[in-house]
């Protein structure tokens, strides 16, 4: 198969540039195709703007929206976006790998998602009417790959449970998770993370790698996490809602997360007092 | 009182555009002073790396954090980097005006949080310790300042709510609001949050106005998020962990805000079922 590591450390003998470098090899050995995007080494621009569209007319009034629709559509855009997408559309997996900086991914990654997702692409696909919206969330241009997120953290790992000072883990990226890679189609597997990342030693390095390898081996195997298709009868349309009798009295990222348990009610339960939605 | 906008669009033009210079215009009509930090008109270096400490030595192993702390303490970090600080310093109150672009803030933006918040100034500061976990939620060197996120959003507003499909508002902005705001100190206002800006007519134009203009007048009055700080006694140290008798049966984001409602339970609730935590 064909993996896309895209990955965003400032070091090369970082941490980071380690466990990026026994990823790629780790997954050669088992016979696949790997890519790598590697955003600091290639001086990656982060920054959306105007010069992403290159027939963009000076002057005009930047919409960022429909420049990217227009240059999506006719070709114009930035030949660095054009080929990140060409990554993409030949992967099978993606790999997004990063120290978490600041509760989310670093500047240069999100500007990556920014300009490579155009208008067509990573939005803004299908029909949008009253009744339907998009081919997004479990449809659209990279449904059928798989994604994972690959993090590390200098916090400790109960600062990230579910009582955590700095909120879960699972929540904390369900942003990026949901919103940036489920959106536009990945089945997205549960994220590996390095916590305690500051400091360690050898055995904790040997560690995580193996844990990470595991992951790897696994890559094709290990269920996605069960977000919810926003098409499939979960959701009213338009307003994107879930239906009463869809996790009933549940509220939050959790709601769009499967459970293993049988879910409908017996009964419709649209007028469920509102304490449970507290 | 002095206040600073952040601001990152890349079109004057736009409607961001025209609600940062609405903004600037009232809060100086109020009697403040204020700074606009224009990230897109600055040319802002959204990434992050070693050119960011200016005496780092050449091909030596660049660590972020061990960087950013040594080139604080030595004067030694980038001009534009201090400069930002120099107006965090000045300012009471900051505000973050951005669209909201792949449910966080625009790259160009959260390098300017990478960026700006060094260690010992965003972070690393106070004693860390197994009996203290630094200044930080609630603490730190912004610590007595106010801040408020200024959103928009080309989605709807029920794409947002408790049940719809893109996750609560408030939890998407946690990462930013608790997680960057909070974090080094600030108090953290409710958002403005406008939504289908994508479109929008004259009079819906006047209504964002109108409604943001009594925000900004009341910055000074409006009741911060309330927010548990880490050191007052609701965080078990050095796991920093809620403790059983804060908020008992809650985990998630919503755990770390304090209720209206009295919260200790009347007797500890150590071994509470897991079923609460669910």
């Given at each position: 198969?064909n993996v896309?590591?895209?990955y965003?450390h400032?070091?090369p003998?970082?941490?980071?540039?380690?466990?990026?470098?026994?990823?790629v090899?780790?997954?050669?050995d088992?016979?696949?195709?790997?890519q790598?995007?590697?955003?600091?080494?290639?001086?990656w621009?982060?920054?959306?703007?105007?010069?992403d569209?290159?027939?963009w007319?000076?002057?005009a009034?930047?919409?960022?929206?429909?420049?990217s629709?227009h240059?999506?559509a006719?070709g114009?855009?930035?030949?660095?976006?054009?080929?990140?997408?060409?990554k993409?559309?030949w992967?099978?997996?993606?790999?997004?790998q990063?120290?978490?900086?600041?509760?989310?991914?670093?500047?240069?990654?999100?500007?990556?998602?920014?300009?490579?997702?155009?208008y067509?692409?990573?939005?803004?696909?299908?029909?949008?009417?009253?009744?339907?919206?998009g081919d997004?969330?479990?449809?659209?241009m990279?449904?059928?790959k798989r994604a994972m997120?690959?993090?590390?953290?200098?916090?400790?790992?109960?600062?990230?449970?579910?009582?955590?000072?700095?909120?879960?883990?699972?929540?904390l990226?369900f942003?990026?998770?949901?919103?940036t890679?489920?959106?536009?189609?990945f089945?997205v597997?549960?994220p590996f993370?390095a916590?305690?990342?500051?400091?360690?030693?050898?055995?904790?390095f040997?560690?995580?790698?193996?844990?990470?390898?595991?992951?790897?081996?696994?890559l094709?195997?290990?269920?996605?996490?069960?977000?919810?298709p926003?098409?499939?009868?979960a959701?009213?349309?338009?307003?994107?809602?879930?239906?009463?009798d869809?996790?009933?009295g549940i509220?939050?990222?959790?709601a769009?997360i499967a459970?293993?348990?049988?879910e409908?009610a017996?009964?419709?339960?649209i007028?469920?007092?509102?304490?449970q939605?507290a």
């Open positions: 198969m896309l590591v895209v965003a400032p070091e003998r970082s941490l980071n540039g380690s466990l990026k470098d026994f990823t090899k780790r997954l050669q088992n016979g696949h195709a790997v790598v995007s590697d955003l600091y080494a290639m001086d621009k982060a920054s959306l703007d105007a010069a569209c290159t027939d007319q000076p002057g009034r930047f919409n960022p929206s429909l420049a629709k240059a999506y006719n114009s855009q930035s030949e660095d976006i054009a080929r990140e997408q060409d993409l559309r992967a099978d997996a993606l790999i997004l990063f120290p978490l900086w600041w509760f989310s991914m670093p500047a240069i990654m999100k500007g990556w998602v920014e300009r490579v997702y155009a067509g692409f990573g939005y803004g696909v299908g029909e949008h009417s009253d009744a339907r919206w997004r969330y479990g449809e659209g990279l449904a059928g997120l690959v993090v590390t953290t200098g916090g400790w790992e109960p600062h990230y449970g579910p009582r955590g000072i700095n909120g879960p883990i699972d929540d990226l942003p990026i998770q949901h919103g890679l489920y959106y536009p189609g089945d597997l549960p993370v916590y305690r990342t500051d400091r360690i030693d050898d055995a904790q040997l560690e995580i790698r193996d844990r990470l390898g595991q992951r790897l081996d696994d094709w195997k290990t269920a996605p996490i069960p977000f919810r926003q098409n499939a009868g959701y009213s349309i338009p307003d994107c809602t879930l239906l009463p869809i996790a009933p509220s939050g990222f959790a769009h459970s293993e348990e049988p409908r017996a009964t419709a339960d007028a469920a007092p509102a304490m939605y």
